[in-house]
């Protein structure tokens, strides 16, 4: 990796993946197949492109270990990181949601007051409850939030939704959406780079909004 260059981290194996490297050469920069790899550097950019676990992101670009990241905004939102969210990437669309089992009788949020809710997303979920004065029990957990509620575990959870196909077949429907979520190019927010590396980002993030429409 050299050390002028500007370094961009996605995601290394998961659901953004693709979308991130087709946006990126789509943005014309040329570099060589990812999936055995730990970075690659660009032919035609002086970029590195850092492959990493995207929950690492946000911090990684916050503490400067990167110049530039892509990641859902769902983890943004979680991590609390000062990072700035530059540019919506119009793809890994999801949503933040309240769900509970299809035969429940809770409709509303409100009749979640004292409620067990189970999720991978604890930190979004108590400033939503928070925020709406309902006291809940959120309880954290690393997967698998649908099978809680069949285990007697969770009364609702709050979980990402996309085709909603996960929640129908654990028999699970939403009652409520916390937010809406894509993929987006986050930056630093105290970046103290060096003019020449401005320069080369402020490049960059040009030819990157020229594809958003
Ligand atoms: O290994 P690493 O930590 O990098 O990956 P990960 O397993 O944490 O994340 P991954 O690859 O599953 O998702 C990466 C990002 O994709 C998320 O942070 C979101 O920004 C975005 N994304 C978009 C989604 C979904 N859609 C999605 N549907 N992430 C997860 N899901 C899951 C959801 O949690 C649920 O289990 O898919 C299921 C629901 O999908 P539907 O289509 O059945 O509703
Ligand atoms: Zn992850």
């Known amino acids: 990796m050299k050390n002028g260059n500007l370094k961009l981290a996605i995601q290394k194996d998961g659901r953004l993946t ?22 690659s550097s660009c032919r035609n950019f002086p970029l ?22 892509i990641v859902g ?8 990181k000062r990072v700035a969210n530059i540019v919506r990437l119009n793809f890994g669309f999801c949503s933040l949601s309240i769900a509970v089992p299809e035969e429940s009788n809770i409709k509303k949020i409100e009749q979640l ?3 067990r809710i189970f999720t991978s997303y604890p930190n979004s979920t108590e400033k939503y409850f928070k925020k709406k004065n309902i006291p809940v029990n959120i309880m954290a957990v690393s997967g698998s939030v649908e099978i809680t509620p069949a285990l007697g575990i969770a009364d609702a959870i709050v979980d990402l939704v996309a085709t909603g196909r996960t929640l129908a077949l654990n028999n699970l429907k939403v009652i409520e959406k916390i937010y809406d979520s894509q993929a987006s190019l986050i930056v630093g927010k105290n970046n103290n780079l060096p003019e020449g590396k401005k320069i080369l980002m402020q490049k960059l993030i040009k030819r990157f909004k020229k594809l958003i429409v």
């Open 73 to 80: 905004q769902n983890i943004l939102y979680e991590s609390n």
């Open 18 to 39: 693709e979308d991130a490297v087709s946006f990126l050469r789509s943005a014309g920069l040329q570099f060589e197949n990812y999936k055995q790899k730990l970075f």
């Open 113 to 115: 007051k004292n409620a």
């Open 48 to 69: 590195e492109i850092v492959y990493v676990r995207d929950d690492d992101i946000p911090d990684y670009v916050e503490s400067g270990a990167v110049d530039l990241g």
